[in-house]
């Protein structure tokens, strides 16, 4: 029987957390990184560790950074890729669903301007 490694075990948990909180099982998971349920289940079991190449598959497939999966540290994403990663997202919309989306974050914004200078009220004792 192999020896767990501390890292091995917390990588294979937070691949697991990710996993589970995308909607997805061991074999899809599995199918997506062309490897077998019983790799999944072993990295996931902390019984050892994937190579640099299946965590970066995982990550992609899972959309968490490696910084997560490796480190457990969330990784905050920058102005310039979250601005690509928006405009990716929306360059398939249509010109309404665009401007809808405009009106949207103005209202958001517009919100979120209000609550910071109105802080909500502590509740009565």
């Not at 996993?19 to 019984?47: W, Y």
């Not at 968490?64 to 490796?70: N, Q």
């Not at 009106?103 to 979120?112: C, W």
Request: hydrophobic fraction near 40%; proline fraction near 6%.
């Amino acid at each position: 029987m192999r020896e767990k490694k501390t890292i091995n075990i917390a990588i294979g948990r937070r691949i697991q957390q990710s996993r589970e909180q995308a909607g997805l099982t061991q074999e899809e998971l599995a199918e997506q990184i062309d490897r077998s349920t019983q790799f999944i289940s072993t990295i996931e079991r902390g019984l050892a560790g994937p190579s640099l190449e299946t965590t970066i598959k995982i990550c992609e497939v899972l959309g968490v950074s490696t910084e997560w999966i490796l480190r457990g540290r969330m990784a905050l994403p920058d102005a310039e890729n979250l601005a690509a990663a928006l405009g990716e997202k929306f360059s398939t919309l249509s010109l309404r669903q665009l401007t809808l989306i405009s009106r949207l974050g103005d209202d958001l914004l517009a919100l979120i301007r209000a609550s910071e200078e109105n802080p909500p009220l502590p509740p009565d004792p």
